[in-house]
């Protein structure tokens, strides 16, 4: 059985075994944005216990793999069906959830707010990431997305520039929402509500940690396997 190791970076683990995103951020271990680089660089900045995290991590493996589960070679499929899957789980994900979600957020911070102050800034926050990710979704459905799927059928060197200046910006833009969904996690306490915190407050952190687990995958899969294609 294949062994991971401080040299291999969270990206290209996640790609090989994907429930290894699930420990990376229990961990605050970034797979996505800054997924590039080899875990022993995040060892090193990081206050980890490098053995017991790779021990945990190749122990969940091999147990994954004993249960003999299908993986999606990402890498090999054509950029025009990862983009058609990426708008229609992710995108519709997020079209479907930030107005809802929002309304919970809402909810909680005007009834509880004032006992429980991150709220406000839980408010702030969660707003910023919904508007950013609104228009960012916006920019890639009507701009960069075609682009990538006319350089898939007519490829030149004149195209692929120009998508990969706008990737540059939609990079950017993804390290940004992947800050403020971190920031998230650290005020919500890891998305564990208090004690005695009634159903909507319960329902809005499971929602949210739920956002943050389809938005990683989501930016992981354009970061890590989309633009990586050019």
């Not at 091999?62 to 990402?74: A, F, S």
């Not at 799927?149 to 692929?160: F, G, I, R, T, V």
Request: charged content about 30%; hydrophobic content about 35%.
């Amino acid at each position: 059985m294949a062994t991971f190791t401080a040299d291999q970076t969270p990206a290209s683990i996640v790609k090989t075994f994907p429930k290894a995103s699930d420990l990376f951020k229990e961990r605050r271990i970034d797979f996505c944005c800054g997924g590039d680089r080899p875990l022993k660089e995040v060892f090193r900045e990081g206050d980890y216990d490098s053995e017991t995290v790779l021990s945990d991590l190749n122990t969940a493996f091999q147990k994954w793999q004993k249960e003999d589960q299908e993986v999606t070679d990402w890498d090999a499929m054509p950029s025009s069906e990862l983009i058609d899957h990426i708008v229609g789980e992710h995108h519709a994900y997020l079209k479907s959830e930030l107005s809802p979600l929002g309304e919970f957020v809402t909810k909680i911070f005007r009834v509880h707010g004032k006992n429980h102050p991150h709220l406000k800034e839980l408010h702030r926050i969660y707003n910023e990431f919904k508007i950013d990710m609104e228009e960012h979704m916006v920019t890639e459905e009507n701009d960069v997305f075609p682009l990538i799927k006319e350089y898939e059928q007519n490829p030149s060197e004149a195209l692929k520039q120009e998508i990969i200046d706008a990737n540059g910006g939609l990079e950017d833009e993804h390290e940004a929402a992947g800050n403020l969904l971190k920031r998230m996690r650290v005020i919500t306490n890891d998305f564990q509500p208090p004690a005695g915190a009634c159903n909507s407050y319960r329902i809005t952190y499971a929602r949210l940690a739920d956002l943050e687990t389809d938005t990683f995958q989501h930016v992981h899969l354009e970061n890590n396997v989309l633009f990586k294609q050019l």
